[in-house]
């Protein structure tokens, strides 16, 4: 008695066969790419110096306008004294005009660092009031918690007296000022 084989047997050694494939099959292939492919990409140094043709049209005029008009208006910088602080900086509608003060008599400069100025030892300047030692800024804050410092002349931080104290994540005395909403 012979045994059948299973169909899928025979299938299964067809596919074990090795694929025999013709020795130019690569470069028709590569060949037919070429020539379906788009026009090759202009190199970078020709694309900066071909010309160019722009269309003016009325439209495309005014928009250009108001771009320009908006870029100007946004950059310009108000002078100190039209502003609501020392900072020199614009305080939006919500913001709430908050100041610092710290009695350091010994001190020749000292500067409010915090949240709000990203930590910037130069970023905001206090004022010294005549021969008494009261230093003070006025900065517009909008609604929210900041943790902040004093900086005597550059170097020697110091958590404000009249808040409560914290010590941030490099060891250094820091308060905290809450601003409540409109």
């Known amino acids: 008695m012979t045994e059948s084989r299973d169909p899928l ?27 379906t492919s788009p026009t090759p990409p202009v190199e970078p140094v020709r694309w900066w110096r071909r010309e160019w043709t722009v269309r003016v049209t009325p439209i495309r005029i005014l928009a250009a306008a108001g771009l320009v008009g908006a870029i100007v ?8 004294e039209d502003t ?15 100041q610092f003060v710290l009695v350091a008599p010994e001190a020749a400069a000292v500067t409010v660092v915090g949240d709000f100025n990203d930590w910037n030892v130069s970023a905001t300047p206090m004022a010294r009031a005549a021969g008494d ?11 929210g918690r900041y943790r902040y410092a004093f900086v005597i002349n550059g170097t ?8 409560a104290a914290l010590e941030d994540d490099f060891g250094q005395p820091s308060s905290v000022v809450t601003i409540g909403g409109a």
Do not use: Q
């Not at 609501?84 to 908050?98: K, M, Q, Y």
């Open 133 to 143: 030692g009261v230093w003070s800024v006025t900065v517009p804050l909008a609604p």
């Open 73 to 80: 208006a946004s950059s310009v910088a108000l002078r100190p």
């Open 156 to 163: 020697t931080w110091r958590g404000d007296p009249e808040a």
């Open 84 to 98: 609501p602080s020392e900072l020199g900086a614009t305080a939006v509608a919500n913001d709430h005009l908050t």
């Open 9 to 35: 047997d025979s299938l299964i050694d067809t596919l074990k066969e090795p694929v025999r494939l013709s020795p130019d099959l690569t470069r028709r292939v590569m060949a037919a790419i070429v020539a």
